[in-house]
Nanobody
Framework: QVQLVESGGGLVQPGGSLRLSCAVSGSIFSIATMAWYRQAPGTQRELVAA???????NYSDSVKGRFTISRHNAKNTVYLQMNSLKPEDTAVYYCNRAVGSDYRPVASWGQGTQVTVSS
């Protein structure tokens, strides 16, 4: 059973930066594709970025060039460095194990971490 604990969110001004972390329990981390998703009020959860066990990375068009996903297998942790934040990045951010070419989330969701971009 995979457990996910996200952290690092907060309130930041437009143009600012945040680094999110996701601690993952379970022995499968090193071989799993991991992804970050986000959900803004009144919208569906959407994929933000994904990283395979081999380091192949995929970003949504809305964050490409601003966000960087990375992983530390020895720490069972996946990160999301978010730069040049915009108000439309405001959402609850979640991580999950992902499968398939469409990066479907397969584990139970954690509590997420709130990111608010506002002046």
């Amino acid at each position: 059973q995979v457990q996910l604990v996200e952290s690092g969110g907060g309130l930041v001004q437009p143009g600012g930066s945040l680094r999110l972390s996701c601690a993952v329990s379970g022995s499968i981390f090193s071989i799993a594709t991991m992804a970050w998703y986000r959900q803004a009020p009144g919208t569906q959860r959407e994929l933000v970025a994904a990283i395979t066990s081999g380091g192949r990375i995929n970003y949504s068009d809305s964050v490409k060039g601003r966000f960087t996903i990375s992983r530390h297998n020895a720490k069972n942790t996946v990160y999301l460095q978010m730069n040049s934040l915009k108000p439309e990045d405001t959402a609850v951010y979640y991580c999950n194990r992902a499968v398939g070419s469409d990066y479907r989330p397969v584990a139970s969701w954690g509590q997420g971490t709130q990111v608010t971009v506002s002046s």
